[in-house]
Structures are given as C-alpha cells and as structure tokens.
C-alpha cells in the first residue's frame, strides 16, 4: 500500500512557527511525497488544551505511568501465590499505609486508562465524534473515573 | 524521519487492531479481578492458589498477559516516535527514542517471563 504523506514547501523567510512561515511568504507549494518526512505543522507547544486534549495525554501519561507501576501488581500476585506465607505477606504489604497507597495510586492510573480506553471503543463505534460529543465524552470520562478512583480509595482502605 | 520498522505489527492498522482487541482482554481480565476481589468473599490462600488454578483463569490470565506485552509496546512506541524524534530533540533523538524502546522491550520481556513464572510454577 502507497503511503502519502503532505508535504508544505515554503522558500520564505525562516520564521520558528511554520504557520506563520506560510502566511508571511505568501509562497507555498504542496507537493505529494511518497514515504517522506511526516507532515509538521503542528508547534505542539503553542497549541492550547481544551479538555478534549487533556483528556487525551492524561490517556497517555497513565499508559505510560502503568507500564512500570504493574510491577507492583506482579510483585503482589507473585507474593500471594508462592505459598501460604507469602500469601500472608502480601496481606501485610496491603495493611501497611505505603502498600495501601501504591496500589490505589496504581489502581487510579488503571482505572483512568480504563475509562478513557473505553470511551475510545464508544468513538470508534461512531458515538461521540462530534466537537459536542468530543467534548461530552471527554467531561464523562473525567466523571466516571474520579468516581471509580474514589470508590478504589474506600476500597483499599 | 521514523520508520516503522520497530512498530509492532509493522502496519498501523494492524497495530490500531491489536490495541483494541488487547484492550478489550485486559479490561475483561481487571473486571474479572474485581468481581473476585470485590465480591467473591473471604479470601484464603488455598481459595486464592485454586482460584488462578482453574482452566479457564489460567486461559484468561496467559492472555491477560500476552495482551499487556502487545499493549504496552504499542503504546510505548506511539509515545517514543511523537516525542522522541529529531525534529522535537535534534540529532539525539534517534538514539534517545531506540535506547527508549529497548528499555521498553527489556520491561516488557521482564514481565512476560516474570508473569508465565507466577502463573505456571
């Protein structure tokens, strides 16, 4: 399969955002390009955050943050399974304040991705694409996880 | 520019599968994990060791697990290549995003022996 990437081509001055590259040149060329360089003319620092997109990199900093704390998790399971003594063990780690507050903290960044990911599926779907329903469904899934967080937290507790 | 040999399953479209389908397992296996946790009343060791025993939990579990591998990996290769790259971190980025990615593999290669030596010794 051809992969087409677009390509915007300016011969201006050298202006740090390539937004403002175009509009002051007022030379610019699109050019289709097999395979090239992706597009850039996003300037990720200058863009503002709507919820939509808050919503969006608290998926990925949690994806992230997952990926090495479910080391505790195995760590547990591990514990518990190996024997009745580390079964015990693991009953104390989860009594202690410190084991208490590492698994909710885990539990949190599972329980967000959780949500998010299912919202993500909803999308997929054809529900919610909209700006309304973006925007809806970001505020829902801000909802429904800090509720479940909170409900781990009693749980945990 | 970032090539796409190191994606999982050198297609986007079939990484975009896999980590739906991945997910869906995962989210199946917390929810079971829950239910159990959660309602499945007193816990001992010898209910606990029997629970993870059974067929269908070490089906579930062992897919749980492959799920988590893929999982992670496409994400954490989605987050290397957006900001891990020449353009965002000059000529280094190259070298930061593989170093990133093989520490993601290192991880990931961990647990999946780590998870197959919990739930089958």
Redesign the interface.
């Known amino acids: 399969m051809l992969q087409f990437g677009l390509r915007v081509v300016s011969s201006g001055s050298l202006a740090p955002h390539p937004f403002n590259r175009l509009r002051k040149s007022g030379q610019k060329k699109c050019d289709i390009t097999v395979k090239d360089k992706r597009p850039v003319n996003l300037d990720i620092g200058t863009i503002a955050l709507p919820i939509t997109a808050i919503a969006s990199i608290l998926h990925r900093a949690s994806g992230a943050f997952i990926f090495f704390a479910v080391a505790i998790l195995f760590a547990l399971l591990g514990q518990s399974l190996s024997g009745p003594e580390g079964f015990a063990a693991a009953q104390e780690c989860l009594n202690s304040f410190i084991g208490k507050l590492l698994v909710w903290g885990t539990l949190a960044g599972i329980i967000y991705h959780s949500v998010a990911g299912v919202k993500h599926l909803v999308m997929d779907a054809g529900i919610g694409e909209t700006m309304e329903g973006g925007i809806r469904g970001a505020q829902l899934v801000f909802v429904v996880s800090a509720v479940l967080i909170v409900i781990a937290g009693l749980w945990v507790w | ?2 090539k796409a040999v190191t994606s999982f399953g050198r297609s986007g479209l079939s990484d975009w599968l896999v980590q ?1 389908v991945s ?2 397992i995962l ?1 199946v296996f ?1 929810l079971v994990m829950v239910c159990k946790l ?1 309602f499945g009343g007193e816990l ?2 010898e209910s ?2 029997a629970f ?1 025993d059974g067929i269908c939990m070490q089906v579930l579990t062992t897919a749980a697990l492959l799920s ?1 591998v893929a999982h ?1 990996w496409i ?2 290769w ?2 290397s290549t957006d900001y891990f790259t020449e ?1 965002l971190m000059g000529t280094k980025g190259t070298v930061i995003r593989l170093a990133f990615q093989a520490l ?1 593999a290192v ?1 990931l290669f961990t ?1 999946l022996i ?2 197959l ?2 739930l089958w010794s």
Do not use: E, N, Q
Request: charged fraction near 15%; include cysteine; aromatic fraction near 18%.
């Open positions: 520019m970032v739906r997910g869906v989210l917390a959660g001992t060791y606990w060791k993870f988590l992670g994400g954490m989605s987050i353009r993601c991880v647990y780590w998870g030596r919990i």
